[in-house]
């Protein structure tokens, strides 16, 4: 159908080169940080950097006082301005290989790098510190001499870039269509519309292009395309790969929360620390529900993982070493997690702050919780649990204890070495949801049966009403209304014993032992069997809160000297209630009267006991609990999202060389050094998460606020001013401008919301200008030549060209489309859509074990860890993928059959509304004539009664296999 001839014909002609040119380096001079410090990071840090451990011979490279030291054996390695006596390069020039360094086998220094190195100690040996360490500054906006191209601040500092390396401004800006194919690319990832190119063409003044910068952020494309770019740094994917590619739990609440949030323009430091610590933040409605910051929080869970571990401790360390090196990395903009096992060896990130921040994971829950979709649920729920305390107080029902002296003896002779008897309710307990209030009442509106409604009266109630005593000292699900649902959980604890003992009773629920923040056991029990455990009522029950008690025993040999802790879950339509736990040197449970607590009672008991006023009170009381469970009962659901939660205060220790079963000193959690290591002037509390959000987004913390102006430069530009954006360490790249680096990141960190500083910055001569050809100094900023289209804006530009895009937004991912050659364990049983139902990329669902070829093609990266830029590739695999793909001959039909549905265009008007979809402007001459002439090819060669919608089928085709599609100038 769509001939090969012609089609090669037709992308020869669409397709053109880039040449290069040459200019001349300034050597003129030595510059510390980009010149020597790679050399030394490279070369001599491994060995004689910040590491101790690994240091040897003494000697010191990193720092001025260390390289010019004398030795024990007399010799300095630095003596500034005197190459002849610096030790360090008779070393790397000597003749003997043995002798020479860096040693090991290592590759040697070049002629150039040692010609550096010695220019550098002739001029001094000035050393300088590592400049992302440095705090962040407010520069003076540079002069430069050519001040009318300059729009903005932004020209300044750029300008001043090319005009030190004695070079001119960029002397053309683009034409009208190719920046506004620039623009709507680089905010939605989308290509413009006809007749917004149509129209800028027309009027392409400064105002008209602000306004079209104004509409393209406001679109709600924006924050699907910026949305995709932080899922690249949260390393965002809805599996967990390994054996069997478990899914992730609503994991695409969390890439709706993202998209959300930029198309809000939450501010940067509230959208981090969101991230860190959501669930401890002020609420912040949005995504119907009522406090959407919590969903912030699932990237903690969002990394691989291995269902069965053998070693369940260390399966928490290697998962928690992934979280640290993805905030290291997109928070930091550093390789934090390379200090794992000993001090970094070339920044000066000590093992301790890897430690710091493991602490704050280790203490961070995951949680599949319920969060309130309905602004009157948590309202009605405390309104509830008022009317049971108001008809308590009305009948005088106090909390019913025994003599602590005869718990604590009961206790002894078990022996049990925890016990948590739930005195106060489980206030300690950390919930979720609403069905676990932490005032718990002492008594309930009971109902007739596990089936029947709320309010009947059944004459055994206090005062002849249907409110009854309830068990004290307890943490209970169904104590307000049977319709809440939610979750509870435990204080950690050490497993110090080998059983633990659960006292309970519930129906419809379920109960689960924890160990080390495990909890894959959901998806597969192996190796953890029988930590989860349903809990039902019996058969012949009638009434919930009449059920009999169970102890649930758990045998945790395994898991000697771990971390673990109880979770009750109430899903909906039942309840759980538990009254202790305790761990044992037995399998026998210990007896149920070491518990203080009973059944509350009530003083006056009886309904003679109760005078006609008390009666009314309760009976209102009662009345009220109805009324307010029948409005419970209207209330839209919760709906269950991944989140974080706080567990209990556990700074956690240094882990010798890495290993999670030797431990050395305790590190505070959340206490970096890289931050000032100034102890927190509050008592830290939990995990420490609210802590450190804090301390991240400190205008003062030059890291997250570099970090981010960095990226926002480079998803603009397709440079960055570090080249290196998950890395601004020593061996990653250096600005070549740190002036417009701290511009940037000054405003960020000030109030600028990610929304106006890409605005000022795509209002920019330099945003404006045309591609530049040739070399230039590294230190100069120039327009890039041209850049390839992520993944993602291929498709979606394929998409929206065919006519085929369906723009809405959000809700659950759209299957992964599985092609034969996609097998193995974990494989769905459905495959997706061809086309994905229409819907943008980054609505399909993400698998692990189960990426999309077509994406893969085009580099989108493997969702293993921070990905700040992705690798830009032209390979042979593309062009075939667009050639070949089940989706390009799919698009290119419907394509075909959008172009032909208006049956008053003829074929020129066709392929000038086919150009303007894929290249955002009209057909030069030769190619309307070359596009007349492939359609009348391709007709001719086909017979059937479907000859101009193949023809047209194979132009659209040829079309996605363009350069100048795939291409942004």
């Given at each position: 159908m769509f001939g090969p001839t012609a089609m090669l014909s037709m992308l020869s002609m669409l397709c053109a080169s880039v040449a290069m040119g040459d200019a001349p380096p300034d050597a003129s001079r030595v510059d510390f940080s980009r010149e020597v410090r790679p050399i030394l990071a490279a070369k001599c840090f491994a060995c004689h950097g910040p590491d101790a451990e690994a240091r040897r011979g003494g000697l010191r490279l990193d720092s001025f006082e260390g390289a010019t030291a004398t030795l024990k054996s007399g010799v300095r390695a630095i003596v500034p301005s005197d190459v002849a006596a610096s030790a360090l390069i008779a070393r790397v020039t000597h003749a003997d290989p043995s002798m020479r360094m860096p040693a090991d086998g290592h590759e040697a220094l070049t002629a150039a790098q040692v010609e550096t190195l010695s220019r550098w100690i002739a001029s001094g040996a000035r050393y300088q510190a590592p400049w992302a360490f440095q705090p962040l500054t407010t520069p003076m906006i540079p002069a430069v001499n050519d001040a009318a191209w300059c729009a903005s601040d932004i020209d300044r500092f750029v300008l001043a870039t090319r005009e030190s390396n004695a070079l001119a401004a960029p002397a053309l800006d683009a034409d009208a269509s190719t920046l506004l194919r620039r623009l709507s690319f680089d905010l939605r990832g989308l290509p413009p519309d006809e007749a917004d190119v149509r129209a800028f063409a027309a009027d392409s003044s400064d105002a008209q292009f602000a306004a079209l910068v104004d509409r393209y952020l406001a679109d709600p494309a924006y924050g699907e395309r910026w949305g995709r770019h932080w899922l690249d740094l949260m390393r965002y994917a809805e599996t967990l790969a390994h054996e069997f590619d478990y899914a992730i739990p609503h994991a695409w609440r969390y890439r709706d929360y993202v998209i959300d949030a930029f198309n809000s323009d939450v501010p940067p430091a509230r959208f981090v620390s969101e991230h860190i610590a959501g669930d401890l933040l002020s609420p912040r409605a949005a995504l119907g529900l009522q406090n959407a910051a919590a969903l912030g929080t699932g990237w903690w869970f969002l990394g691989p993982a291995t269902h069965a571990p053998v070693d369940v401790r260390q399966d928490e360390a290697d998962r928690i070493a992934g979280t640290v090196d993805v905030a290291g990395r997109a928070l930091f903009g550093l390789s934090i997690a390379c200090a794992r096992c000993h001090d970094h060896k070339f920044d000066p990130i000590p093992a301790s702050d890897f430690y710091a921040l493991a602490g704050v994971a280790r203490n961070t829950r995951r949680v599949v919780g319920f969060l309130d979709s309905d602004a009157r649920m948590s309202p009605l729920a405390h309104a509830a649990a008022q009317a049971l305390r108001d008809g308590a107080a009305a009948a005088r029902v106090q909390k019913s204890t025994r003599e602590r002296v005869d718990a604590v003896a009961a206790v002894d002779a078990a022996p049990s070495l925890f016990h948590d008897d739930l005195i106060d309710n489980g206030a300690h307990w950390q919930r979720s949801g609403d069905a676990f209030v932490s005032d718990q009442p002492l008594t309930t509106r009971v109902d007739g049966g596990r089936g029947d409604e709320h309010g009947d009266e059944h004459g055994d109630g206090i005062g002849a009403t249907s409110m009854h005593a309830a068990q004290c000292g307890t943490i209970d699900s169904g104590r307000v209304d049977r319709a809440l649902v939610g979750s509870a959980r435990s204080d950690t604890f050490v497993v110090a014993q080998r059983w633990l003992h659960v006292r309970v009773r519930g129906d419809k629920s379920a109960l689960r032992v924890i160990i080390d923040n495990y909890w894959l056991?959901?998806?597969?029990?192996?190796?953890?069997?029988?930590?989860?455990?349903?809990?039902?009522?019996?058969?012949?029950?009638?009434?919930?809160?009449?059920?009999?008690?169970?102890?649930?025993?758990?045998?945790?040999?395994?898991?000697?000297?771990?971390?673990?802790?109880?979770?009750?879950?109430?899903?909906?339509?039942?309840?759980?209630?538990?009254?202790?736990?305790?761990?044992?040197?037995?399998?026998?449970?210990?007896?149920?009267?070491?518990?203080?607590?009973?059944?509350?009672?009530?003083?006056?008991?009886?309904?003679?006991?109760?005078?006609?006023?008390?009666?009314?009170?309760?009976?209102?009381?009662?009345?009220?609990?109805?009324?307010?469970?029948?409005?419970?009962?209207?209330?839209?659901?919760?709906?269950?999202?991944?989140?974080?939660?706080?567990?209990?205060?556990?700074?956690?220790?240094?882990?010798?060389?890495?290993?999670?079963?030797?431990?050395?000193?305790?590190?505070?959690?959340?206490?970096?050094?890289?931050?000032?290591?100034?102890?927190?002037?509050?008592?830290?509390?939990?995990?420490?998460?609210?802590?450190?959000?804090?301390?991240?987004?400190?205008?003062?913390?030059?890291?997250?606020?570099?970090?981010?102006?960095?990226?926002?430069?480079?998803?603009?530009?397709?440079?960055?001013?570090?080249?290196?954006?998950?890395?601004?360490?020593?061996?990653?790249?250096?600005?070549?401008?740190?002036?417009?680096?701290?511009?940037?990141?000054?405003?960020?960190?000030?109030?600028?919301?990610?929304?106006?500083?890409?605005?000022?910055?795509?209002?920019?001569?330099?945003?404006?200008?045309?591609?530049?050809?040739?070399?230039?100094?590294?230190?100069?900023?120039?327009?890039?030549?041209?850049?390839?289209?992520?993944?993602?804006?291929?498709?979606?530009?394929?998409?929206?060209?065919?006519?085929?895009?369906?723009?809405?937004?959000?809700?659950?991912?759209?299957?992964?489309?599985?092609?034969?050659?996609?097998?193995?364990?974990?494989?769905?049983?459905?495959?997706?859509?061809?086309?994905?139902?229409?819907?943008?990329?980054?609505?399909?669902?993400?698998?692990?074990?189960?990426?999309?070829?077509?994406?893969?093609?085009?580099?989108?990266?493997?969702?293993?860890?921070?990905?700040?830029?992705?690798?830009?590739?032209?390979?042979?695999?593309?062009?075939?993928?667009?050639?070949?793909?089940?989706?390009?001959?799919?698009?290119?039909?419907?394509?075909?059959?959008?172009?032909?549905?208006?049956?008053?265009?003829?074929?020129?008007?066709?392929?000038?509304?086919?150009?303007?979809?894929?290249?955002?402007?009209?057909?030069?001459?030769?190619?309307?004539?070359?596009?007349?002439?492939?359609?009348?090819?391709?007709?001719?060669?086909?017979?059937?009664?479907?000859?101009?919608?193949?023809?047209?089928?194979?132009?659209?085709?040829?079309?996605?296999?363009?350069?100048?599609?795939?291409?942004?100038?």
């Open positions: 056991d959901e998806s597969n029990g192996l190796l953890f069997d029988g930590m989860r455990r349903d809990v039902n009522a019996p058969q012949d029950s009638t009434k919930l809160h009449d059920l009999p008690w169970q102890t649930l025993t758990f045998d945790l040999l395994r898991f000697l000297d771990e971390r673990a802790y109880v979770e009750l879950v109430d899903g909906g339509a039942g309840a759980i209630e538990v009254d202790w736990i305790a761990l044992s040197a037995s399998d026998v449970a210990p007896d149920a009267s070491w518990d203080v607590d009973d059944v509350a009672i009530v003083i006056d008991a009886g309904a003679s006991s109760l005078d006609e006023t008390r009666t009314g009170q309760v009976r209102a009381a009662m009345e009220r609990h109805a009324e307010l469970s029948a409005q419970l009962a209207q209330c839209s659901a919760p709906v269950r999202a991944l989140i974080a939660e706080d567990g209990n205060g556990f700074d956690e220790p240094l882990h010798r060389r890495g290993s999670s079963r030797a431990y050395g000193e305790d590190v505070p959690r959340a206490q970096l050094a890289i931050m000032g290591n100034t102890p927190i002037a509050t008592p830290m509390r939990g995990s420490g998460r609210a802590e450190l959000a804090s301390r991240i987004t400190n205008p003062a913390q030059p890291f997250l606020w570099r970090t981010l102006a960095n990226r926002v430069w480079l998803k603009l530009f397709g440079r960055g001013i570090v080249e290196t954006p998950d890395d601004f360490g020593q061996l990653g790249a250096t600005p070549w401008s740190e002036g417009l680096l701290d511009h940037l990141a000054h405003k960020l960190a000030h109030g600028a919301t990610f929304k106006s500083l890409i605005r000022e910055v795509v209002l920019s001569h330099a945003y404006r200008a045309a591609a530049e050809t040739g070399e230039f100094p590294a230190t100069a900023w120039h327009a890039l030549p041209v850049r390839r289209l992520d993944a993602e804006s291929i498709r979606d530009a394929m998409l929206a060209s065919s006519g085929r895009l369906d723009r809405a937004s959000g809700g659950p991912s759209i299957a992964a489309r599985l092609t034969d050659h996609m097998q193995g364990r974990g494989r769905p049983e459905q495959s997706g859509p061809v086309d994905g139902a229409g819907r943008r990329s980054v609505y399909l669902e993400t698998r692990r074990n189960f990426l999309d070829p077509f994406l893969q093609a085009f580099d989108q990266p493997a969702p293993s860890t921070t990905c700040g830029k992705r690798h830009t590739s032209n390979v042979p695999a593309q062009s075939l993928a667009l050639l070949n793909s089940e989706l390009s001959h799919v698009l290119a039909t419907q394509w075909s059959q959008s172009v032909l549905a208006p049956t008053s265009d003829d074929d020129d008007a066709r392929v000038e509304h086919m150009w303007f979809a894929a290249f955002s402007r009209a057909p030069r001459d030769e190619e309307l004539l070359a596009a007349r002439a492939f359609l009348a090819a391709e007709r001719a060669a086909d017979s059937s009664n479907e000859a101009n919608a193949h023809a047209y089928a194979a132009l659209a085709h040829a079309l996605f296999s363009a350069k100048e599609f795939v291409f942004l100038r």
